[in-house]
C-alpha cells in the first residue's frame, strides 16, 4: 500500500493517522525514534502532535488520549506545562514546532496537507522522576531519546 494510501485509509477509519519513525543510528547526525499525528488539524483544528522517544504502541497510546480528549472537546493548552494527561499528575507540554525548519521530520504532513501550511506541536514528557527535557534533573540518559524541537518560549 502506497504511504499516501495508507494514510487515507487511517483517516477514514479513525479520523486520523499515526506515522512512526524509527530511529537512525549509523548516520553522521543519528536521530531518536519518533511519533507523529496527520489529519488532527483537518479533523480538530488543533495541531498536529509529534512525539520523540517512546515504541511506537506506546506513542499511538499517548497521542490516542490526547485524540480522545479533542473530542471531548477539552482544551489543551499549548506551550505551558499542564497536568492531566500523564499518570499521576505527571507534568506535560505541548511545544509549538517551527515546522519551516524541521519539515524533514513530518513526510505525512507534507503529504497529507500538501500545499497547505499545518502547525505541529512536540508533546514533551517527563523522565521517571518527573524531570522535564529542559530541566536541570532531567535524567542525562534520556537527553538524545527526547530532543526538544517545540520553543520553550512561556514554558516554566
Known amino acids: 500500500m502506497a504511504f499516501r494510501e495508507k494514510l487515507e485509509w487511517m483517516v477514514e477509519t479513525q479520523g486520523w ?5 524509527p530511529a537512525v543510528l549509523d548516520a553522521e547526525r543519528p536521530s531518536p525514534g519518533y511519533t507523529y499525528t496527520v489529519a ?4 480538530f483544528g ?3 502532535v509529534v512525539v520523540f522517544g517512546l515504541k511506537p504502541s506506546d506513542a499511538r497510546g499517548l497521542l490516542g488520549m490526547v485524540v480522545d480528549l479533542l473530542r471531548d472537546g477539552v482544551e489543551i493548552p499549548v506551550g505551558t506545562l499542564f497536568t492531566g494527561l ?7 507540554a505541548l511545544l509549538p514546532v517551527d515546522v519551516d525548519e ?12 500538501g ?3 499545518f502547525r505541529v506541536v512536540q508533546l514533551a514528557y517527563p523522565d521517571p522522576n518527573g524531570w522535564m527535557p529542559w530541566e ?5 540518559h534520556r537527553v538524545r531519546s527526547q530532543p526538544v ?3 520553550l518560549a512561556g514554558v516554566g
Open 86 to 92: 500523564l499518570d499521576h499528575e505527571l507534568r506535560a
Open 46 to 48: 488543533f495541531p498536529e
Open 102 to 113: 524541521w519539515a524533514e521530520l513530518f513526510a505525512g504532513g507534507e503529504e497529507w496537507y
Open 136 to 140: 536541570s534533573g532531567f535524567d542525562q
Open 149 to 151: 524541537i517545540g520553543s
Open 17 to 21: 493517522a499515526v506515522v512512526p519513525v
Open 115 to 117: 500545499t497547505s501550511e
Open 40 to 43: 488532527l488539524e483537518t479533523a
